[in-house]
């Protein structure tokens, strides 16, 4: 373009600010959005034309050209939805858009994702891994509790972190935590992870809190355990017992909802508990039938560790 400033630079700055204070999206989701659609404005800036003319030909030609720099077929994807993204955005409020007729952005396919399975631990994986922390210091009680939940409810380690002592009901067997878009939901947990945190609300925790804080996972400095420290302590326990895998805590998240389907439990009540806004995403882990409630799901959760045998005191 003519002047130094990028055509759409100052919409995107505002589009950004949409995604972060109202859809509430997060700062690694942010920095793509921010990433992928600067890297567009500044490819059609250098063929001089306006954000606000191109159409679906330029943007299918960007992203032919990211392919042939090696780009993968999932990132090209991505790309292709924040673009267009962006464009449903900026027709909604009102920009003027003005490409050739038939060329509107809105209308951007994207490459068709192949569908995988994602991988996940086998039963007797999960009872090694979660077997593996062993010790009375209150480090490896808490790791053990930390394992045992991650598992026990599929939750993210973004949502682990960040629950709160007021969050677990022991009585009821469930936590709550937030998700994706600030929404709020109940993850149900077994007998093995009410075990964990029982010890670790008696025997670790009190000796790792400093004061009055309210976040329930702890380091040894009585702060809020953090997500790479909880990477860690999962990856590492999955060396120690000679998972070949990388083992991180989305792989646990993934064995969890598969572990419940095989067992029964129905696809639709899966997806509430991995927080999953459409069925089609929680589909994956195949589509059963039926109805289910929390106590189809304890079932399913007792099943699923049925190897070892525990019992609330």
């Known amino acids: 373009m003519a002047d130094d400033k990028i055509s759409g630079e100052t919409e995107l700055r505002e589009y950004l600010d949409y995604m972060t204070l109202v ?32 159409g679906r030909v330029e943007a299918r030609s960007y992203l032919r050209k990211l392919k042939d720099h090696g780009v993968t077929d999932g990132s090209i994807r991505r790309i292709a939805i924040t673009i267009r993204g962006f464009y449903i ?21 994207t490459p068709k994702a192949a569908k995988r399975l994602p991988r996940v631990l086998q039963q007797t994986d999960v009872d090694k ?26 939750i993210r380690v973004s949502e682990i972190t960040s629950i709160d002592l007021r969050d677990i009901d022991m009585n009821l067997m469930q936590a709550s935590v937030i998700g994706k878009g600030n929404k709020e939901r109940i993850c149900l947990f077994g007998e093995p992870a009410w075990t964990a945190l029982n010890r670790y609300f008696e025997d670790a925790r009190p000796l790792l809190a400093k004061g009055m804080q309210t976040a329930c996972f702890l380091n040894r400095f009585g702060q809020r355990l953090s997500q790479r420290s909880i990477q860690r302590l999962v990856r ?21 909802a598969t572990h419940l389907v095989e067992r029964g439990a129905d696809i639709r009540v899966v997806q509430h508990l991995l927080g999953h806004s459409s069925p089609d995403t929680t589909q994956i882990y195949t589509a059963l039938s039926g109805s289910s409630d929390s106590k189809e799901i304890q079932t399913a ?7 070892e045998n525990f019992h609330k005191p």
Not at 89 to 109: C, T
Not at 249 to 254: A, D, G, I, K, Q
């Open 301 to 307: 959760l007792k099943n699923a560790r049925g190897s």
């Open 23 to 54: 859809l509430a999206r997060s700062t690694h989701t942010i920095r793509n959005y921010r990433n992928d659609i600067s890297k567009f404005l500044k490819y059609i800036d250098r063929r001089d034309l306006s954000f606000s003319v191109v």
């Open 89 to 109: 955005w900026l027709d909604s409020k009102g920009y003027s858009l003005s490409s050739a007729k038939g060329d509107s952005m809105l209308r951007l396919r």
């Open 236 to 256: 590492n326990a999955g060396i120690k017992v000679g998972i070949k895998t990388n083992v991180h805590p989305h792989l646990l998240r993934h064995s969890f």
């Open 129 to 154: 891994l979660l077997s593996s922390i062993v010790g009375d210091d209150a480090g490896a009680i808490r790791n053990r509790a930390v394992l045992e939940l991650l598992y026990a409810t599929g």
